[in-house]
Nanobody, 124 residues
C-alpha cells in the first residue's frame, strides 16, 4: 500500500527556515518522482518543487527558486524540502505526492498518492 507522510511543519518568523520530510512506503523513490505542493486558504494547489525518480533532476516554482531545496535519501525512502528565507506568503498546507515531473511547471494532475499535509505558518 502506497503511503506518504509529511512532517516538519510549524510556525516560523519571516526569514526563518524549516525542513519538511516526506516518508514514503509501499514503493521506492527510484520508481516515482516526488513533488511538493502547497495550498493556502482560498487558493488553488500549487506545485512547489519536484525531484525525479531515476536521474534526480530537481525542479522549482519561480516563487521559491533560490530559497527552497529538494533532496532525497533513498536509504530512508524519504524526500526533504529545505525552506530558507521564508516569507508570509509561503504560509500554506504543504503536501507531498508521487508522480511525474519534467519541468518547473509541476502539475498536480500528474501525481497520484498524496500525504495528509503539514501546516507551515510564517508570521511574526
Amino acid at each position: 500500500q502506497v503511503q506518504l507522510v509529511e512532517s516538519g511543519g510549524g510556525l516560523v518568523q519571516p526569514g526563518g527556515s524549516l525542513r519538511l520530510s516526506c516518508a514514503a512506503s509501499g514503493f521506492t523513490l527510484d520508481a516515482y518522482a516526488i513533488g511538493w505542493f502547497r495550498q493556502a486558504p482560498g487558493k488553488e494547489r500549487e506545485g512547489v518543487s519536484c525531484i525525479s525518480s531515476s536521474d534526480g533532476n530537481t525542479y522549482y516554482a519561480d516563487s521559491v527558486k533560490g530559497r527552497f531545496t529538494i533532496s532525497k535519501n533513498n536509504a530512508k525512502n524519504t524526500v526533504y524540502l529545505q525552506m530558507n528565507s521564508l516569507k508570509p506568503e509561503d504560509t500554506a498546507v504543504y503536501y507531498c505526492a508521487d508522480g511525474t515531473c519534467y519541468s518547473d511547471y509541476i502539475i498536480p494532475n500528474l501525481f497520484g498518492a498524496w500525504g495528509q499535509g503539514t501546516q507551515v505558518t510564517v508570521s511574526s
